[in-house]
């Protein structure tokens, strides 16, 4: 009996890992053409100001929210698959919309019913999305998910990667910026009267039609994955949201997500419109950064899987922050006629965030007790959805003047970019005060990651010279009982 429920459960894991990546391969599909690059180029096309782009920013950050309600609905669908099923599958039909928007009403209407159909799908969604964490976390044991998770994110990086190629160069043939490769094409098609810049809401709406068609896909796929039922959650929904703020450790992690999160909403809703508008970067240029991004991204997820995995999600996240405080800096001196260096800032970029979105996924369900992974992690979401939320808002409410920085002008956009670059670095106090029993000094990690590598050797004696006390202590036996004052 013993051996047979053990085949079942290596069965039930190894379809969970083929069908989440599968499923999550469309819904990255999806993102990228349902949203992110091409939503913000459609409500710049609609009229969006740095108040609208606050407010898109703000909206989708505000949906984490509702991740806290994810507990609630698995008391009305009772099956997780169902609950995934139906709320995405639902709320994923918002690009239909938005394609036939601009043909139906004028260009200010168009933009506000938007913005309101934005919110209404990324609140359902996000609940959804809590849900779906709770059913991830029971069907990946903690060995391995931080490896799992860099498996993952690995394919859905390509997959939005080839799409976004695609369609973005698609979109730069109705693009009057659309720059030098889609001009080629346009002749070499011969120039061809509909693909005039006044139809590029047509190509807009082919766009999100496409990316409806996919989420129909994703459907099918997701229903192959097999379904980890609930736990039985008795005590009333309010008094189940509460106990993860019992938690002494869970507050000072939230307390970390607050501050970081907020960091990071200074200038969120602000890096593709500066791209586009300021930078005057065409769509290709724009996925050609992405690129550089996510290929970086591809390449050290698995460094970050391993590392997590050994050392733990806050020595990880340490590290993380470093970078994190760094990129922005890099986008004070870029100007429309001189933006080469973002292309090296999106590489440093990618191995950043490769490493803090593992984390973001990962840490709270790493000190969650086991029967509880669900709601910490729908509070946590909440939580962190608020920070951003309210750091996003007020940037687009008062988005700086022009400033003079050490010799450099400054647009408003990079005003921001160097306040949350400052602001990231920040973060590093909170995390200070999280527990994790794992974790280790940041530099006895990068010590024994280097220790191995002949080719790192000089890095090595870097690091030992750098870290000294932190590694000669832990090497005596002191620096594990201590690791929460690091």
Do not use: C
């Not at 039909?93 to 168009?110: D, I, V």
């Not at 991204?297 to 997590?308: A, E, K, P, V, Y």
């Amino acid at each position: 009996m013993i051996k047979l429920r053990k085949e079942r459960d290596n069965s039930d894991l190894r379809k969970t890992i083929v069908y989440s990546t599968a499923s999550g391969i469309l819904a990255s599909i999806y993102t990228n053409l349902g949203g992110g690059t091409f939503l913000v180029k459609y409500v710049l096309e609609l009229g969006a100001k740095p108040f609208h782009l606050g407010l898109m920013t703000s909206i989708v950050q505000l949906s984490q929210v509702f991740q806290a309600l994810g507990v609630f609905v698995l008391q009305i669908f009772k099956s997780r698959k169902k609950s995934v099923m139906w709320i995405i599958g639902l709320s994923r039909t918002a690009p239909f919309l938005f394609g036939m928007l601009p043909f139906l009403l004028p260009k200010p209407a168009a933009l506000f019913v938007a913005l309101f159909i934005l919110a209404i799908t990324t609140a359902t969604q996000a609940s959804a999305a809590n849900i779906w964490t709770g059913w991830i976390a029971d069907m990946i044991p903690l060995k391995i998910r931080g490896r799992f998770f860099s498996m993952r994110n690995r394919y859905l990086m390509l997959a939005g990667m080839i799409v976004g190629y695609i369609f973005s160069t698609f979109y730069d043939l109705f693009d009057p910026n659309g720059g030098a490769i889609a001009e080629r094409i346009k002749a070499w098609l011969g120039n061809p009267s509909f693909l005039a810049p006044e139809n590029r809401f047509y190509a807009l709406a082919i766009i999100f039609f496409v990316a409806g068609l996919v989420n129909i896909l994703w459907l099918f796929v997701i229903k192959h994955q097999p379904d980890s039922p609930p736990l039985n959650n008795k005590h009333p929904f309010f008094r189940t949201l509460k106990e993860p703020l019992r938690d002494s450790n869970f507050r000072r992690l939230a307390l970390y997500s607050i501050w970081w999160m907020f960091a990071v909403g200074i200038a969120s809703p602000f890096w593709a419109p500066f791209m586009m508008r300021t930078l005057r970067m065409s769509l290709l240029e724009i996925q050609v950064y992405g690129t550089v991004s996510a290929i970086t991204s591809f390449f050290t997820l698995r460094f970050w899987g391993h590392f997590i995995d050994r050392f733990g999600n806050k020595t990880a996240m340490r590290l993380a922050i470093i970078f994190g405080g760094i990129n922005p800096l890099v986008w004070l001196f870029a100007t429309p006629r001189n933006y080469w260096m973002l292309f090296v800032e999106a590489a440093s970029s990618g191995f950043m965030w490769a490493g803090a979105n593992i984390v973001a996924q990962n840490f709270v369900l790493a000190i969650a007790p086991e029967e509880k992974k669900q709601v910490y992690s729908g509070v946590f979401a909440a939580i962190s959805g608020l920070a951003m939320t309210t750091s996003a808002f007020l940037s687009g409410v008062f988005l700086p003047k022009p400033m003079n920085f050490f010799g450099y002008h400054l647009y408003p956009e990079q005003v921001l970019f160097l306040i949350t670059g400052l602001a990231r670095w920040s973060a590093q106090i909170p995390l200070s005060w999280v527990y994790e029993a794992r974790a280790l000094p940041l530099g006895v990690a990068l010590y024994k990651v280097t220790r191995g590598p002949k080719r790192l050797r000089w890095l090595n004696i870097i690091m030992y010279r750098v870290f000294k006390n932190s590694i000669e202590n832990h090497i005596n036996g002191s620096g594990n009982s201590q690791e929460h004052t690091q």
